[in-house]
């Protein structure tokens, strides 16, 4: 320990910010990848389904699926395209987020803490998913909360980061809602 510092080891502020920076984008680029392939599903499920619906349904029961169906397949592919998004921009801020994490850690120490604790959670999570590695983030986002305005990209980031899984429930949940349409669906085609 230096000084006053809670830090671990002989790290300093710009050794933790970086360490937190690169755990953020570890943690993107690990929901990118699943992502991705979660749009790829989502996609080929729901617009499968919608048009199997619509060879399926009746004319009057036709123009209802369309406007309900088509809202279903925009919030499903919609959520995922929103996670993409705004891990794409964590991404892109990267040098910004360095420089708020430093910023944040030589604020308080207790917020220094938690940065802290953030970290070491987290990289004994290294090997799960994208989804259990974000939940890491909600105490972090909780301690800058009041503070957006000062730390933007940090409050951006920890937004997209704890929505992240979220985001993959909701497109989940719309995809095995689809699913299941598909099944009926294919056999009224059948039938």
């Known amino acids: 320990m230096t000084g006053d510092s809670v830090y671990f080891g002989d790290a300093t502020p710009q050794s ?3 360490r937190a920076v690169d755990m953020f984008l570890t943690l ?9 392939g979660t749009l790829a599903v989502v996609s080929f499920i729901c617009v499968g389904s919608f048009v199997l619906g619509l060879a399926a ?6 123009n209802a699926w369309i406007a309900i169906g088509g809202i279903f397949v925009v919030v499903g592919v ?9 891990l794409w921009l964590v ?4 040098t910004e987020l360095v420089v708020e994490v430093q910023q944040l850690l030589v604020g308080d120490r207790k917020t220094e803490r938690v ?12 090997d799960q998913s994208a989804v259990v590695m974000s939940r890491q983030f ?10 957006g305005a000062q730390f933007i990209a940090l409050a951006y980031a920890l937004r997209a980061m704890t929505t992240f899984p979220f985001l993959m429930l909701v497109a989940t949940t719309v995809t095995v809602v689809f699913a299941t349409l598909a099944v009926i ?7």
């Open 16 to 18: 933790l910010a970086q």
């Open 28 to 36: 993107v680029r690990r929901g990118t990848a699943l992502a991705v």
């Open 57 to 62: 349904l009746s004319a009057g029961n036709r």
């Open 78 to 86: 919609g959520a995922v395209a929103l996670a993409i998004f705004r």
């Open 91 to 94: 991404k892109r801020s990267a």
């Open 115 to 126: 940065v802290i604790d953030t970290i070491e959670a987290s990289e004994k999570v290294q």
């Open 138 to 147: 909600f105490t972090l986002r909780d301690s800058i909360d009041g503070r």
């Open 185 to 191: 669906f294919t056999g009224i085609l059948i039938f």
